[in-house]
């Protein structure tokens, strides 16, 4: 049986620590990746001119900004991001609707993304997840963040990620380690695909790696 491993250390001058928890036994290991490309600078220069409540207001961008009416889309700022909001667009004006996460920020201020979600074939079930680690890799933008939501066959969430590169502080913050006692967090239905999103200008990659076991 293939073993799947999550393993943390620390040392200084004269004093080592590390995680000698055991690996994980599984029957089979899932790998899922998907590329996230570079985005245009126009969608990284914006500006909430508008806010009328937690999750409506319009996005100033600048042309060739890309974003269409009726996209998907996610929206990122220093120190949030709103996820799955409809896009209705009018030139350079992008209203911003619904959706989930952080509350939009202030009236005026910086938007960092509005970027469409990418689809992404992301299919397993959660209830038989021993280890499930979920990380982004950007090794040109190691201050860049991504999201993804895990949906079910309805699109209703499973669980969702905030993700940093995976040197950045918090980057290997979502390993989930069942067998050794952490809460499953991907139980319920079973999740059938990924809504994905980055802030970057340069191309990076997010990864689910999950190890299973039968039902």
Do not use: C
Not at 73 to 94: E, F, I, K, L
Not at 142 to 170: F, P, R
């Amino acid at each position: 049986m293939p073993e799947v491993r999550a393993i943390r250390s620390f040392s200084s001058p004269g004093y080592s620590f590390s995680d000698q928890s055991a690996p994980v036994s599984v029957e089979s290991v899932l790998e899922f990746s998907k590329v996230l490309p570079a985005l245009v600078a126009a969608q990284t220069d914006g500006a909430l001119g508008t806010r009328t409540d937690a999750d409506t207001g319009i996005v100033q961008l600048a042309t060739g900004h890309g974003i269409l009416t009726a996209d998907v889309v996610d929206v990122y700022w220093v120190g949030g991001v709103r996820y799955g909001m409809n896009a209705t667009v009018s030139s350079n004006d992008v209203t911003i609707d619904g959706g989930a996460g952080d509350n939009l920020p202030a009236q005026d201020f910086a938007i960092a993304a509005v970027v469409k979600q990418l689809d992404w074939e992301v299919n397993f079930d959660g209830d038989d997840a021993q280890i499930v680690g979920v990380f982004y890799r950007n090794p040109n933008d190691t201050g860049a963040k991504a999201h993804l939501d895990l949906v079910d066959t309805g699109s209703a969430t499973i669980e969702e990620h905030d993700l940093v590169h995976e040197t950045a502080n918090g980057g290997l913050d979502h390993i989930t380690n069942i067998s050794a006692g952490d809460t499953n967090i991907y139980t319920g239905n079973r999740i059938e695909a990924g809504k994905v999103t980055h802030d970057s200008l340069f191309a990076g990659t997010v990864y689910v790696l999950v190890g299973l076991v039968a039902a």
